[in-house]
Structures are given as structure tokens and as C-alpha cells.
């Protein structure tokens, strides 16, 4: 039933972004752009030529033509850090049962804030990009980085909290998705196999980064072309079909198989004293958990079940179906570790 009333929500927020609107505007497909760029002329461009990466010279108006360049890059940045302080704060609401209905207010203010008001910008992936560029000692600004780099100590603090109550990009998944047709895709196995293709993926793009020192991402992003009702290549038309169709029955699929984001913030588990998801000697090894994780975190495998902290979005669904309150979040520790081994319940896939 919250699944429908969700569905009503988000459609009513759609008709108030009418595509004559998007069209009217010269600067319509300016959110698809990185958030600090200047917007080109995309009909005298080839499809893959070179981006240009920062533009401190141009005066183009973003933002409805109201602001400044300058403006833009602050409002971007400020709108990176309230993305970073909700997150903190889903982190909070996460640990109590009274406040964990309210992942789905946050998901929905997510895709109609962060995705059609904003159109899908300032873009995490696109922050992590420009992490890359400014490594590289390109001249990025470094405003840019603050969306993806202060994820890491949040995700340290409190899980993975960000892809699972935030991301507009998770959040428009969980949106379209109807039922699971694909069984073999739910068990540990299945998801060791998605990892391996985020790893391939994450360092397919960042040699693409390093050789053409552009962001051709933002050129094709099918999260952005959803939200702002726009694109000028086929091959961005062509990714969202594949996205609409696989997320109508995969759980998030590109979370699964092609998001850095999540790949990197799931490696930050395994930092000793990182937040993780855990059971006590009260887990009596029944399938609760793992038939409430949607994301698959938690797998079955024999008379037990097996949690991989990294894929774990902190949902919280888990703790709502454990009838005996086991699990909990606490601090990767050794000590712990070695008092609560989950031999006979839940076990830390390694």
C-alpha cells in the first residue's frame, strides 16, 4: 500500500514539470551538465568530443538565468552539503523503529527535489569524476568534490545510509521497480559477480577519464535524461530503456552492477571501527532478515544467513522483520567480533 501512495505522489509532482517547460528555456538542459560548467552548444558538437570540464570566464546563466557563475558554484556547493546534512540525519532516523517509515518521505523528496526540481544536479558520480580530474592536477574546483568527499566519513559514521534514504538515482529505481523476475540474481553468489562488474566498471571509467581527461558520463546519464525530459544522442535514449526495463524487475540494477558510488562507500565496511549491521545471541537463524533485504544484502546459504555489509543501504527493513530484535548497528571491532562470532546466526561475509 506505501508503494502505491508513493506512485500517486510522484506522479502528481511529474505533471508539475510539463515538457513545454523544459523546452521553453534555452538553458533547459543545463542540470545535465555538470553543476559547475558552462552549458556548450550540443548541436555543433560531435557525441563524444571533448567536454570542457570547468569554464571560469563564461558568463552563461544557469538557474533559470537569475544567477552568476559565481552564484552557481555556490549554490552548488550548499546544495551539496544539505544533501550531506539529510544524510546525517537519515543515519540518525535509521536506528529507531519510530522514525524508519520515513525513508520513503526521504526517497520521495529525493526524486522530486534532487531529480525533477534540480534535475539530477549537483550528481554524485559526476563529483567523483571531478575527485579524479583534480588528482590528475587539472584545474577543477574544489567546491565540486565536497558532494563525494564528505560521504566517505558519513558512510564511516553511519553505513551506507546515503544510497539508501538520499540518492535520486537509487531512489528513482526503487520507484519503478514492480516484482523480482530473476531469482538467481538474490543469492551471495549472484551478488560477488555484480561487484566484480561495478570493480571492471569503476576502472573502465576512470582509465576513460585519464586518457580523455573529459566527462563523457554527463553526456549519456540516463538518470539525468529522466529528469530533465531531455537528450541530444540516441545512446542516452537507448541507456534509459535499458534502465526503465531492467529496474522494472531487478531492485535497483544499477546500484548492483554499475554504481561507483556505492561500490567505493561499500569498501568503507572494512575499515576497522566503520558503522556495520550485525546480529546478537538472541538471532535464532530463522529467514526474516533475509527475506525483507531487498537489496540483497543478507543471503541464505544452508541453516544460516550470510550479511555483506557492503551492499547493505541501511533500509532498515531488516530490523523491522527481525521478530527478535537481534540485529543492530555497531562498530567493526575485533572485540565484537570475537564475542558475537554468528557462527549459528548471522555471519560477515568477508
Known amino acids: 500500500m506505501r508503494k502505491y501512495i508513493w506512485h500517486i505522489i510522484v506522479f502528481s509532482t511529474i505533471?508539475?514539470?510539463?515538457?513545454s517547460k523544459v523546452s521553453a528555456q534555452t538553458d533547459s538542459f543545463a542540470p545535465m551538465e555538470d553543476q559547475f560548467v558552462s552549458i556548450q552548444n550540443d548541436s555543433t558538437k560531435d557525441e563524444f568530443a571533448p567536454i570542457e570540464t570547468v569554464s571560469t570566464t563564461s558568463k552563461t546563466e544557469i538557474c533559470d538565468g537569475k544567477c552568476s557563475s559565481t552564484d552557481l558554484e555556490r549554490k552548488g556547493y550548499m546544495w551539496s552539503i544539505g544533501v550531506l546534512l539529510f544524510t546525517i540525519l537519515a543515519?540518525?532516523?535509521?536506528?529507531?523503529?519510530?522514525t524508519r517509515n520515513l525513508r520513503t518521505a526521504f526517497l520521495v523528496?529525493?526524486?522530486?527535489?534532487?531529480?525533477?526540481?534540480?534535475?539530477?544536479c549537483p550528481c554524485p558520480i559526476q563529483s567523483l569524476q571531478n575527485t579524479v580530474f583534480i588528482l590528475m592536477g587539472l584545474d577543477i574546483k574544489w567546491q565540486t568534490l565536497i558532494y563525494f568527499v564528505g560521504l566517505i566519513p558519513i558512510t564511516y559514521f553511519f553505513g551506507k545510509v546515503f544510497c539508501g534514504w538520499i540518492c535520486h538515482l537509487g531512489a528513482l529505481?526503487?520507484?519503478?521497480?514492480?516484482?523480482?523476475?530473476?531469482?538467481?540474481?538474490?543469492?551471495?553468489?549472484?551478488?560477488?559477480?555484480?561487484?566484480?562488474?561495478?570493480?571492471v566498471a569503476l576502472i573502465s571509467l576512470i582509465i576513460q577519464i585519464v586518457i580523455t581527461q573529459t566527462n563523457l558520463f554527463k553526456k549519456i546519464d540516463p538518470f539525468a535524461i529522466i529528469y530533465n525530459f531531455h537528450s541530444s544522442y540516441i545512446v542516452g535514449w537507448i541507456l534509459v530503456a535499458i534502465l526503465v526495463v531492467s529496474s522494472i524487475f531487478m531492485y535497483r540494477?544499477?546500484?548492483?552492477?554499475?554504481?561507483p558510488i556505492g561500490l567505493i562507500l561499500g569498501w568503507i565496511s572494512k575499515i576497522p571501527g566503520a558503522s556495520v549491521l550485525g546480529a546478537d545471541q538472541k538471532c535464532t537463524s530463522c529467514i526474516s532478515c533475509s527475506n525483507s533485504c531487498s537489496i540483497n544484502a543478507i543471503t541464505r546459504d544452508?541453516?544460516?544467513?550470510?550479511?555483506?555489509?557492503q551492499e547493505c543501504i541501511r533500509c532498515g527493513d531488516c530490523l523491522d522483520g527481525c521478530k527478535k530484535s537481534s540485529l543492530s548497528f555497531h562498530f567493526k571491532s575485533k572485540k565484537y567480533e570475537s564475542k558475537n562470532n554468528f557462527k549459528k546466526s548471522i555471519v560477515d561475509s568477508e
Not at 253 to 259: A, G, N, Q
Request: proline letters at 3%.
Open 15 to 19: 505533471s508539475l514539470f510539463p515538457l
Open 91 to 98: 543515519g540518525v532516523l535509521v536506528r529507531f523503529k519510530q
Open 109 to 120: 523528496a529525493s526524486i522530486v527535489v534532487l531529480g525533477f526540481y534540480r534535475g539530477a
Open 173 to 199: 529505481q526503487e520507484f519503478i521497480f514492480m516484482s523480482s523476475k530473476f531469482k538467481f540474481l538474490q543469492s551471495e553468489k549472484a551478488q560477488k559477480i555484480m561487484r566484480y562488474i561495478r570493480v
Open 253 to 259: 540494477p544499477f546500484c548492483k552492477t554499475l554504481c
Open 302 to 309: 544452508s541453516s544460516y544467513s550470510i550479511i555483506d555489509n
